[in-house]
T-cell receptor, first 114, second 111 residues
Framework: QKEVEQNSGPLSVPEGAIASLNCTYSDRGSQSFFWYRQYSGKSPELIMSIYSNGDKEDGRFTAQLNKASQYVSLLIRDSQPSDSATYLCAVNIPRNTGFQKLVFGTGTRLLVSP | EAQVTQNPRYLITVTGKKLTVTCSQN?????MSWYRQDPGLGLRQIYY???????DKGDVPEGYKVSRKEKRNFPLILESPSPNQTSLYFCASRDPLSALHFGNGTRLTVT
């Protein structure tokens, strides 16, 4: 089982719709979670971080965390063609050394059609 | 401006010719890391450094070296590049438990 799993997609949504991106993780001890957006050939860009159960909203983006079920999701409201990108989920996974390693999923490709 | 700076952005080289990709950050982060990204495989960690003079292997360290002589710099060295090291490389830094800040990437082609 991978430590962080995402559906590779592509997830296709029409402009104006809500895009829902999901991520599951394996380690119950994980405490911090991040969503990155990556355009083709560019570096990942942080769009959301979430540390506690529930929802966190920032503009059109909402991150949702459910530690009991070990999943984190990202909702994009009023999707725009410019949102078309790959979305990477990243989770801080505790290690035996006390260090927390940031582990990335392989990403979900989102396509927003005009 | 807080940033991670990588150079060069693009590099084409031949098998066996040693190369160095530089990385510098101005955020006083103790933690720095190198990743490579290949289609279908996502971001894979090559090496990381918890602090000056402290480096450790990531998931795919073979064929790479790093050094951390000062906090702001973390160069990636390929002593004898091979075609399977053709990839998109990212340097990143962060505070403990915080998100990673990425450089703009280096696209390396080894022929």
């Amino acid at each position: 089982q991978k430590e962080v799993e995402q559906n590779s997609g592509p997830l296709s949504v029409p402009e104006g719709a809500i895009a829902s991106l999901n991520c599951t993780y394996s380690d119950r001890g994980s405490q911090s979670f991040f969503w990155y957006r990556q355009y083709s050939g560019k570096s990942p860009e942080l769009i959301m971080s979430i540390y506690s159960n529930g929802d966190k909203e920032d503009g059109r983006f909402t991150a949702q965390l459910n530690k009991a079920s070990q999943y984190v999701s990202l909702l994009i409201r009023d999707s725009q063609p410019s949102d078309s990108a790959t979305y990477l989920c990243a989770v801080n996974i505790p290690r035996n050394t006390g260090f927390q390693k940031l582990v990335f999923g392989t990403g979900t490709r989102l396509l927003v059609s005009p | 401006e807080a940033q991670v700076t990588q150079n060069p952005r693009y590099l084409i080289t031949v098998t066996g010719k040693k190369l160095t990709v530089t990385c510098s950050q101005n955020m006083n982060h103790e933690y720095m890391s190198w990743y490579r990204q290949d289609p279908g495989l996502g971001l894979r960690q090559i090496y990381y450094s918890m602090n000056v003079e402290v480096t450790d292997k990531g998931d795919v360290p073979e064929g790479y070296k790093v050094s951390r002589k000062e906090k702001r710099n973390f160069p990636l060295i390929l002593e004898s590049p091979s075609p399977n090291q053709t990839s998109l490389y990212f340097c990143a830094s962060r505070d403990p438990l915080s998100a990673l800040h990425f450089g703009n990437g280096t696209r390396l082609t080894v022929t």
